[in-house]
């Protein structure tokens, strides 16, 4: 396991950042998971753009190009020789002083991590994850909004934490007004009457590269795709509902809050989009050349 940290390669143990990073102290910083199949790096250049805006939207300037952020991450991939993994790329806003002003971090600190992941049991994709809605709210977007991928990720702690103590492995968050918005980590999708459903970005949640790659699988398949503001009645009343995620991939789900979907097992309009998505992690991205 490799790191690079501020450009240069260092091991699991040589990778340290300061006390005073406002990443650790505030959570001042933005990131990204990414990962490599095969060793083509999947969606990099869209996921690079997408730390570029969250990076902006926090006023955080990454101090490089993206271009030059894209080299220094296939470097340590391919230094890492890992063919199969995940990248965790965090840029923080630096080392400051003990206040919060950002204009006292002189430097942004980057880092980025290859390593393996795994979020579910693997035989939960197999025969489908059971998840829970919980009590804590979304964040609402003018206070923190979810579509900045920022290191502040409480919110979805605390309703992991939550999901955990009823006893299931992952979370749906509602926001204010009651609307379905994502996973701790992960986007939602339902099926019904063969039409696929998902939650818009402005109802507050991230806009997941995996549900975009979905969205793209779907159109080719010829299924319906809508962005639509829902409810728990429309989970509970699904045909088929799946999660989706760079670490967790195309997970389905087979029961939300103790109502079964599908009979239980997972739907075959799931099934035929996990099928092509491993297709597409194949092709979709930046072939890494390893030395
Ligand atoms: N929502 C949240 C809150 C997330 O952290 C993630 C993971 N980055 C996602 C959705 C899924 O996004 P992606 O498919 O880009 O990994």
Known sequence: ??????????????????????????????????????????????????????????????????????????????ASKIRNGYIRLVVTRGVGDLGLDPRKCSKPTYFIIVDNIKLYPEEFYKKGLEI??????????????????????LNNILAKIEAINHGSFEAVMINEQGYVTEATGDNIFIVKNGQLFTTPPYIGVLEGITRETVIEIANSLKIKTHEKIMTRY??????????????????????????????????????????????????????????
């Open 132 to 153: 829970t809605t919980v009590a804590i709210r979304r964040n609402i977007s003018e206070a923190l909004n979810p579509q900045v991928k920022s290191l502040n990720y």
């Open 234 to 291: 429309d989970l509970y009343t699904a045909d088929e509902c799946f999660l989706t995620g760079t670490a967790a991939e195309v997970i389905p789900v087979v029961k939300i809050d103790a109502r079964v979907i599908n009979d239980g097992t997972p739907g075959s309009i799931t099934k035929k989009i996990i099928r092509e998505f491993k297709k597409k992690t194949k092709i979709l991205g930046v072939k890494v050349k390893y030395d």
């Open 1 to 78: 396991m490799l790191v690079n940290l501020n450009g240069k390669l260092v091991s699991k143990e040589d990778a340290k950042i300061s006390v005073f990073d406002h990443g650790l102290l505030y959570g001042d910083g933005v990131f990204e998971g990414i990962r490599i199949y095969d060793g083509n790096i999947f969606r990099l250049k869209e996921h690079i753009d997408r730390l570029y805006n969250s990076a902006k939207f926090i006023m955080l300037d990454i101090g490089m190009s993206k271009e030059q952020m894209i080299k220094e991450t296939i470097k340590v991939v391919s």
